[in-house]
């Protein structure tokens, strides 16, 4: 599944709201990495993630918090070898909102290419609130 793109209507509990799975991208976080370290590869990882968060502040980044503390510990162990991205729209709207339009998030992670990313998926979402971390997305004319 490296590099698929899989464009299935799966839904996913998120909070109290029900969201569709738009796009899954599957990566290998080492592609193109000729020589390194478990630290070097945190390091770079981190500096490519807090590049997504500027791109797109709407980005949930799983475990944040651990590899940042991770990078500063210098741990030597290395990432899992898969980076996964998931879009995934709601029809719920933010209070206020009378345009038309949806909602959408993107979450990212790390997982060893013998787990499920859908089940991972899923019980990433089950805990978060989409209400704080969706952005509005209007329909376009």
Do not use: C
């Not at 991972?120 to 978060?128: D, K």
């Amino acid at each position: 599944m490296n590099g698929a793109r899989i464009h299935e209507l799966r839904g996913y509990e998120v909070g109290p709201v029900r969201a569709e799975l738009r796009a899954l991208t599957v990566e290998d976080n080492r592609e193109g990495m000729l020589e390194g370290t478990p630290y070097l590869h945190r390091r770079m990882s981190l500096l490519r993630i807090g590049t997504a968060m500027t791109a797109d502040p709407h980005l949930y980044v799983h475990d944040l918090d651990v590899l940042r503390a991770d990078a500063e510990s210098r741990l030597d162990e290395w990432l899992p070898r898969e980076t996964v991205r998931a879009r995934l729209k709601s029809w719920w709207l933010p209070e206020g909102i009378t345009d038309p339009g949806h909602t959408e998030l993107s979450v990212m992670w790390f997982q060893t290419a013998a787990e499920d990313p859908f089940a991972r998926l899923a019980a990433i979402l089950r805990p978060l609130e989409w209400t704080s971390l969706a952005r509005f997305v209007p329909f376009e004319d």
